[in-house]
């Protein structure tokens, strides 16, 4: 009773801070005239699409014969890509961009429930990897690792898992549960304080250093063909550890009486509520879920790079979260497909797109690749490739 | 329920929550170990606060113990309700709170005397079992501990249960003492300005801390001088505050002319270190000032300010510096300011025009994102032919002005330069709060389509926050690269860019005089960045403090240490209305509506 008295209440202030009785319809704002920043934006967006193009046709001019005028004009040391090159880059790309889809997931589902930037999540990616290092560096002490190496991945994953679920979790439970119906930003400025917070947690009790995991036995490092493609067997790993999950995740959501419960809570909380779901523990279940993806992805970088330090998190984090708003946000095969463009992206863009167009030192420009795929998705179509699931709400 | 049910009707809260009581000792128990593991003690303990009594590395345990048991005495009262009378069963709670705490330590030492974890956690070590047994047996240690723990989660209780008075005497007087020891460096180094070699000498150690001598002193100081002066201040300020608006403007710019003249006065009193600091300080309020325009005043969260502090160094330092690899026009520094505010304005614009439709949580990201392009693309070798890439561009010559040069090596030039781009920076923001522009600003923070609806051009006007916010933050740029003389992409990391929203946050979003009082306390005693602060000993734990700080203030105090009023009022909307609502306060208007 008292929380509906409220509620009328609230709606009473908006009115009376609108003072006349003035529309407030999202959907038809008042202005329909052009403004300046409008054509600016287009010019930007037309130079994002005249860029890529031109890239594209010097790179294709380069292919054809690396000597062709255009190619030496716009990069006199053009020497073109060969196949093998673009399939190695393409490989390691998607491998990357698997595991930023596992990540992409834990943002995805955590705005499609709440509405808010968890961005601490890529700091649970980086505990997760983190207490995958510790674990397999003891394992390695016991000369376990070597010896029965799928059981003590298989250990080390599991351990990894809980520990990272367990750090969304008390996350959820302390940062953002209080914040519940607090203005937009405060929540998103919350989890940068949990993020930095977790990063230098890391720091003072683990030490500022890099930290490696054990070397992988050769069985799995080789190389192998598979349809045309040399792929190191580290990578088909990931590639399969990522499906499999994919497909765990899918099953969760859309088979099961959790996953129809949160997607019923993404859709609107309160009739949610009022069918009969425990809307906190949905929440809890959602964070959850978020941190297990993201354990797994934190052994996945264990296992591609083997090194692992306190900001691990931080930039894979924000690709992760690139990848789900270039999928579509809140909808999860989305991100997956996003986080699989986005490396992709940005493995091959700076050789294909930078490259050809006479740009130095392509492969430090990586980064900026995968920021700038975000500014031009959102440029181009905020709602993102696949279309946003979010509630009404939301999509403010 | 109707809102006459709500009426007062005297009920006292409720007893002792012990079930609260047990879940504070457990968080009490696991704060102490936490803190135990991250180093704190060790780091700390060559710092003291009293000399050979109290150091700091035990005060980073001591205070949880007393924290704990006070905030789990303290309780809400409910509107309609009167506090309960407290008893001896709370100062019970307090001790079982205190023993809690302690008892985490003390299985703590019991775990490192018989595991070795030191491969995963660096301080598991037997440096810390000897801090933590006070050099003793492992049973004395752990008594003492039990001991200290009880004594301490008791006097935290009895906060609660002591007249008001004298709890805010003790308050005070804990205060101050620990604020004259932590600004030890800065108070040597005023006191020597004015020849007082012999008071430093009676009140601090020789290498760092208080003397017993000097800290009783301090005490007894923080005691009787608000008893001689409380009252007196208070009447004084009613006085002011009745004197006619004509005459209270007046006081009012007495005041401030007074506090600037003294701002003048001051570094000429000051040795190189305390002035070094205050430069830094003055820098991150520049800064701090730039993002309040931005977050604070127009709510446009922007995570790449440090974009444009970058520009702002990298530009001066093109223009002025012989060294630069590129362009190199050599232009005196205030000529060269000029081009960089021109120059950060259109990167301002640049980068707010195509972010300024996003959503406000998509425009933090993206603002992140560019902030990080533009740090990569200064550090690539792709433009190191104009910035340098990693070795940056060196050389940079100080700031020429008609009486000497202003450079990194005289800090007190520094600090001057300083103040005087806060004051214009302090006096821009201060106009722009009240113009038309802050309040069409204030109008987009509350609601963006009511603002639209009532007239405002929500774009050109959030753009303008970007172009304003950038334009500070190139100052800051522009006297950073003087006063180092040499600029490096490393100076601009996303870090930069949270400390400076903490600091505006920690000071109180949209408040020039919190921001101000933020950029002191937290940049003054931590430190920023790369610079050090008053506790240089905390530098490998300032971002850990930054981040919970962050945390802390966003759940219990969003508007900040110095609150907007307008700012709280947004914040706490319906606890207001909700007290409104009980004590009856609504207009009938909206009873109406309600029934």
Same mark, same amino acid.
């Given at each position: 009773m008292l929380v509906l008295h409220l509620g009328g209440l609230r709606c009473k202030s908006t009115t009376v801070i609108l003072g &006349? $009785? =003035? $529309? &407030?319809?999202?959907?038809?704002?008042p202005t329909s005239r052009v403004l300046w920043v409008d054509r600016f934006l287009t010019v930007i967006r037309i130079a994002f699409v005249v860029v890529i193009a031109f890239g594209l046709l010097a790179f294709i001019a380069q292919q054809i014969d690396p000597q062709n005028p255009l190619a030496r004009w716009l990069n006199p040391d053009a020497t073109g890509l060969t196949a093998p090159q673009f399939k190695g880059l393409l490989v390691t790309g998607l491998a990357q961009g698997a595991m930023y889809g596992l990540i992409a997931l834990g943002y995805s589902m955590v705005y499609g429930v709440l509405g808010f930037i968890n961005f601490a999540h890529g700091e649970v990616f980086m505990v997760g990897a983190m207490s995958g290092m510790i674990t397999s560096n003891k394992l390695a002490d016991a000369g376990l690792w070597e010896d029965a190496f799928l059981f003590c991945l298989a250990f080390v994953v599991i351990t990894s898992i809980l520990i990272s679920t367990a750090v969304a979790v008390i996350m959820e439970r302390i940062a953002y549960r209080p914040l519940r119906? $607090? #203005?937009?930003?405060i929540p998103l400025i919350t989890s940068i304080g949990v993020s930095f917070f977790l990063q230098n947690v890391s720091v003072v009790l683990l030490g500022p250093g890099a930290k490696s995991y054990p070397s992988l036995p050769t069985w799995l490092s080789q190389k192998r063909s598979l349809l045309g493609f040399e792929i190191e067997g580290t990578k088909l790993v990931v590639l399969l550890t990522a499906a499999v999950s994919m497909a765990g995740l899918w099953f969760l959501v859309e088979r099961t009486k959790t996953g129809k419960a949160m997607r019923a809570v993404a859709e609107d909380k309160e009739i949610a509520a009022l069918m009969g779901i425990d809307v906190n523990r949905t929440i809890v279940t959602t964070f959850a879920v978020g941190g297990a993806m993201a354990g797994v992805a934190g052994i996945l970088w264990g296992i591609l790079f083997r090194s692992v330090i306190h900001t691990t998190g931080f930039l894979p984090g924000i690709k992760a979260f690139s990848a789900a708003v270039v999928g579509g946000i809140g909808n999860l095969g989305g991100a997956m497909a996003g986080g699989l463009s986005l490396g992709a992206a940005e493995a091959t863009a700076p050789l294909v797109l930078l490259e050809p167009l006479? =740009?130095? *030192? =392509?492969?430090?420009l990586r980064d900026a690749v995968a920021f700038a795929v975000l500014i031009f998705v959102l440029l181009v179509r905020p709602s993102g490739l696949f279309g946003e699931r979010l509630s009404e709400d939301d999509r403010a | 329920m109707t809102a006459t049910s709500a009426n007062p009707s005297m009920v006292e809260t409720p007893g002792v929550a012990w079930r609260k009581q047990i879940r504070f000792a457990l968080i009490g128990a696991l704060s102490s170990v936490f803190i135990a593991l991250a180093g704190m003690p060790v780091g700390l303990d060559g710092r003291s606060i009293i000399q050979p009594v109290l150091s700091m590395g035990f005060l980073s345990l001591l205070w949880v113990p007393f924290v704990m048991a006070t905030l789990a005495g303290s309780e809400v009262v409910l509107e309609g309700m009167t506090a309960r009378t407290r008893d001896s069963r709370d100062l019970l709670a307090g001790g079982i709170i205190g023993l809690g705490s302690a008892g985490g330590l003390v299985l703590l030492m019991v775990l490192i005397q018989n595991f070795n974890l030191r491969d995963p956690l660096v301080n598991w070590s037997p440096q810390l079992l000897n801090l933590l047994s006070f050099n003793r047996s492992l049973g004395v240690g752990a008594l003492l501990w039990l001991l200290l723990g009880l004594i301490l989660g008791v006097l935290g209780a009895a906060m609660h249960v002591l007249p008001k008075k004298l709890c805010s005497r003790i308050r005070t007087v804990v205060l101050s003492v620990l604020a004259v020891s932590v600004l030890e460096t800065f108070l040597t180094d005023l006191l020597e300005g004015f020849g007082l070699e012999a008071l430093t000498d009676f009140v601090y150690y020789k290498r760092g801390g208080l003397e017993v001598g000097g800290a009783l002193l301090v005490a007894a100081l923080a005691l009787i001088i608000p008893l001689l002066v409380g009252t007196r201040i208070k009447d004084v300020k009613e006085q002011v505050v009745g004197l006619p608006a004509e005459e209270r403007k007046r006081v009012n710019l007495i005041l401030l002319a007074v506090s600037a003249a003294l701002l003048l006065v001051l570094p000429f009193f000051l040795g190189k270190i305390a002035n070094e600091l205050l430069a830094n300080v003055g820098l991150f309020v520049l800064l701090a000032l730039g993002l309040n325009v931005v977050v604070g005043l127009a709510g446009i969260l922007d995570l790449g300010y440090v974009a444009f502090f970058a520009v702002g160094g990298y530009t001066t330092a093109v223009l002025t510096s012989p060294n630069s690899p590129g362009f190199s026009p050599e232009l005196p520094w205030p000529i060269a300011l000029i081009v960089v505010v021109v120059i950060t304005g259109i990167v301002g614009l640049f980068i707010g025009a195509p972010v300024i439709r996003m959503r406000g949580d998509y425009l933090a990201i993206v603002t992140l994102g560019f902030g990080e392009i533009i740090r990569l693309l200064f550090l690539s070798d792709w433009l190191s032919g104009w !910035? *340098?890439? $990693?070795q940056g561009i060196t050389n940079i010559p100080g700031v020429e002005v008609g009486i000497g040069t202003v450079k990194g090596t005289d800090p007190r030039s520094v600090f001057l330069l300083v103040l005087v781009f806060c004051a214009i920076a302090i006096y821009v923001s201060w106009r722009l709060e009240n113009s038309r522009l802050g309040r069409a600003w204030m109008a987009i923070r509350e609601d963006e389509d009511v603002a639209e609806a009532m007239g405002v051009n929500t774009t050109n006007t959030k753009l303008m926050a970007f172009v304003v916010g950038a334009v500070l933050a190139s100052f800051s740029g522009a006297i950073f690269s003087a006063k180092v003389g040499s600029i490096f #992409? &490393?100076? !601009?990391?996303?870090l930069v860019s949270i400390i400076i929203l903490v600091v505006v946050i920690v000071g109180g979003m949209g408040n020039i005089a919190g921001v101000i009082v933020g950029a002191l306390v937290l940049i003054g005693v931590l430190g920023g960045p790369k610079q050090p602060g008053l506790l240089q000993e905390f530098s490998q734990f300032k971002l850990l403090i930054y981040g919970a700080l962050l945390v802390w203030m966003m759940l219990k105090r969003p508007e900040g240490l110095v609150p907007n009023v307008r700012r709280t009022r947004e914040l706490h909307q319906e606890e207001f209305l909700q007290d409104a609502w009980l004590k009856g306060e609504i207009d009938t208007d909206d009873q109406e509506d309600l029934q």
């Open positions: &006349t $009785a =003035v $529309a &407030t319809r999202r959907d038809a704002k119906g $607090a #203005p937009r930003l006479g =740009v130095d *030192g =392509v492969s430090q | !910035f *340098g890439g $990693a #992409p &490393t100076s !601009f990391l996303m």
